[in-house]
């Protein structure tokens, strides 16, 4: 039977517990707390120091959407933040060298339809901001020349027509609606059509030094059937350096990204290097002699997960570039996963150079934190600017390298600015965003625990427990497992671990083997072998905390997205001590994802061969194949624009094979939403998942039932 479930009938049965007033005063936090969440994404440093610009992101919980505005906030702290901007998708700030202009991108709605964003110019003394773009595909990625009378941005533009009178041509009189797919990669997660072939991300750059009454010259400076991305100028303004993968289908060598460069007045373009991998995140020293980039290697042979690490490389065309942090261990310029990071407004972590140029400034994660770190170029000694139990989310610096302003998310807190003092210990709080509403909100301190694996591995894990937790009690349980596979989970805030502490469940959250933030061999160990090894780590830390003698041992839960959706249902296939489980955005047939997902697996990266030339192993790690050692009562939750783990592949296999077996299932469907459903997906969407995990593991862990999910089958 198809049930259309009522919100509101399933957000009274698990809302009004925690919606009652606890200790201190204070309440626990509840799902739809998320409608009055504060995020702050992009912060940008002026040229003095004086002032942060960012994005403040916010729901308009009645139109059921993400609004956008650029704020500012004096550095020194003591003043509130005061909006600068007066759009709801205004994005992108980026400051004038001269810090009296800022640009930005701005979309608008017309006729009731979005429109592609424009590149605006705001005065600070005062006025309205002025489109100096007008580009009929939209224009994004403002980058400031260095004299300040230029900015350069992306634009899609189509390529020639190449038609021969042989090819198929619509009806007189009727644009053809039909799609020729002729690429292996064509479909996006996120993207609602099929891959655009005919149109690419071009660099283009618009006149700004004096647009006073006059109209602005707008150049296109690149072209052809290859997208440029992450433009930077050289010191002098001559020219600009972007990335690059000026190859057809790339996924068939599995080629990355190079570095190139072009004249800023148009030209020819020339490679300045490669490095058997991916190029991204490309940085000027200030004399321009040289480029910093983050890369990854693909190995020899071609690894499963390849650890990001920061190069250097002379700015002429066929320099050979040197990989600095070849010897540490973690990963350059990434992160730490959770749900909070704000769903718009994008978050850059840059690589910033020394006033001499003698050392970089970057973000490293280590150990499920994230930190900024200064890199000494002759020797690649790193150095710690910041400690902390935390994730640098996103950053940028004063031209001199003497001032960040730092986006900074914990445990508890969602994410403020900090301002660092580079040379200087500490930080320094500007913003309190969500202070008003977490004031009156009792949240829990995670418990960070390591426990050894069965072949001898630490593993790292964090416990969060009830805000009103007895150790004299015993409580249901619920073991979270993270996506990617190579991803991390650690010190950065999630509602949906919180929400679940808030309802009375132990919660842990670890990190197996194949996360990453702990070395390039410890990431890399599960290729050829996922799921596998990583299955046994969870399990050792769910007996783990059951030592504690806090967790019932019978009401043990389990759930997890993405590659955490398919290690859940690995799990409930390899044992039946979980009474409950939830497999968001999951993978159950490893053969048929091969054909589907919208990325390709024709390298070996996680499989040797592919499917049909190595039948067993991929129906070996399958899920779906082992479906008949499954007893636990199962949800699954899938976005039907999801893909990245299309559901004919995943929830809708399980669901159909566990249905036949009589066993307690329910697919929860979302309309519209792609894999990022639990990070940005509509606002109502992200508080209704949140609901039917809470509803499905408190019917089978507590005996609190819900008609919505009635089914017929055994147990029911």
């Known amino acids: ?88 998708h205004d994005t992108s700030p980026r400051w004038a060298p001269d810090g009296k202009r800022i640009a930005f991108a701005r979309a608008i709605d017309k006729d009731g339809k979005g429109q592609p964003p424009q590149i605006y110019l705001l005065q600070m003394d005062g006025g309205e901001a002025r489109a100096v773009t007008d580009v009929a595909s939209g224009a994004g990625s403002p980058v400031w020349s260095p004299d300040g009378t230029t900015i350069a941005f992306n634009s899609d533009t189509g390529v020639e027509d190449m038609k021969t009178s042989d090819d198929p041509k619509p009806a007189a009189g009727r644009k053809s609606d039909v799609t020729v797919v002729t690429q292996a990669v064509y479909r996006e997660n996120g993207n609602p059509t099929y891959v655009d072939t005919q149109h690419h991300a071009h660099i283009f750059a618009v006149d700004v030094g004096s647009d006073e009454g006059r109209t602005l010259l707008q ?51 020339t490679r300045v290097t490669s490095i058997g991998g991916t190029i991204g995140n490309i940085s000027v020293s200030p004399d321009g ?7 990854t290697l693909n190995g020899t042979p071609i690894r499963s997960y390849s650890q990001p690490d920061l190069w250097v490389v002379d700015a002429p065309p066929g320099s050979t570039a040197r990989n600095l942090t070849a010897t540490y261990d973690f990963d350059i310029s990434s992160g730490i996963g959770g749900d909070q990071a704000a769903p718009r407004g994008g978050n850059r972590k840059p690589i910033v150079w020394s006033k001499d140029g003698a050392a970089l400034i970057v973000v490293s994660a280590e150990h499920g934190s994230s930190n900024l770190k200064r890199v000494t170029i002759a020797t690649g000694k790193v150095d710690p600017i910041t400690n902390g139990a935390h994730d640098v989310a996103a950053f940028s610096a004063t031209p001199d390298a003497s001032t960040i302003a730092a986006t900074v998310s914990t445990q508890t807190n969602i994410g403020d600015i900090a301002i660092v003092d580079v040379g200087r210990a500490g930080t320094r709080d500007i913003t309190h965003v969500n202070a008003d509403l977490f004031k009156d909100i009792q949240q829990s301190e995670p418990e960070e625990l390591w426990y050894r694996s069965f072949d001898g591995k630490q593993i790292q894990s964090w416990i969060l427990k009830p805000p009103d937790f007895d150790p004299s009690k015993k409580y249901p349980f619920i073991l979270e497992i993270h996506g990617g596979p190579h991803g991390a989970y650690g010190n950065v805030y999630t509602h949906e671990f919180q929400w679940l502490a808030a309802k009375g469940y132990v919660v842990l959250f670890t990190n197996p083997r194949g996360s990453t933030t702990y070395g390039q061999d410890f990431g890399n160990i599960i290729q050829y072998h996922y799921p596998g090894d990583d299955y046994k780590d969870l399990m050792a830390g769910v007996d783990e905390v059951l030592k504690k003698g806090y967790v019932d041992a019978s009401r043990l839960g389990v759930t997890g997205g993405s590659g955490g959706g398919l290690l859940t249902n690995w799990t409930i296939t390899q044992t039946q001590r979980f009474k409950a489980a939830v497999a968001q955005r999951d993978i159950a047939d490893w053969y048929g994802f091969w054909f589907t997902a919208d990325f390709t697996l024709y390298q070996p990266t996680w499989f040797r061969k592919a499917p049909w030339e190595d039948p067993q192993d991929f129906a070996a790690r399958s899920p779906i194949t082992h479906v008949a050692n499954v007893t636990t009562p199962l949800m699954l939750v899938n976005g039907d624009a999801d893909y990245r783990t299309p559901a004919a592949n995943g929830g809708e296999m399980m669901f159909r094979a566990l249905k036949y077996r009589k066993i307690p299932t329910v697919m929860v469907r979302f309309p519209r939403e792609t894999h990022e459903l639990s990070r940005s997906g509509e606002p109502w969407h992200r508080i209704e998942r949140l609901q039917h995990i809470v509803g499905w593991m408190d019917e089978w862990l507590k005996g609190e039932k819900h008609a919505a999910y009635a089914t017929g089958e055994s147990g029911k």
């Open 1 to 88: 039977m198809m049930r259309r479930v009522s919100l509101a009938a399933l957000a009274c049965a698990v809302v009004l517990a925690s919606a009652a007033p606890h200790g201190q005063g204070r309440r626990f936090i509840t799902e739809k707390d998320l409608f009055k969440f504060t995020w702050i994404a992009d912060p940008q440093i002026s040229p003095d120091g004086s002032t942060v610009a960012f994005v403040r992101a916010t729901v308009n919980e009645k139109e059921n959407r993400y609004e956008t505005s650029v704020f500012t906030v004096p550095a020194a702290g003591g003043d509130s933040p005061r909006r600068l901007t007066s759009g709801i």
């Open 289 to 295: 002699r040289r480029i910093a980039f983050v890369g």
């Open 219 to 269: 150049k296109q400076i690149t072209d052809g059937e290859f997208d440029e991305h992450g433009m930077q100028w050289s010191p002098d303004g001559s020219t600009i350096f972007f990335t690059s993968t000026r190859v057809r289908e790339p996924w068939v060598t599995e080629t990355g990204d190079s570095l190139y460069r072009v004249p800023a007045a148009g030209g020819a373009i």
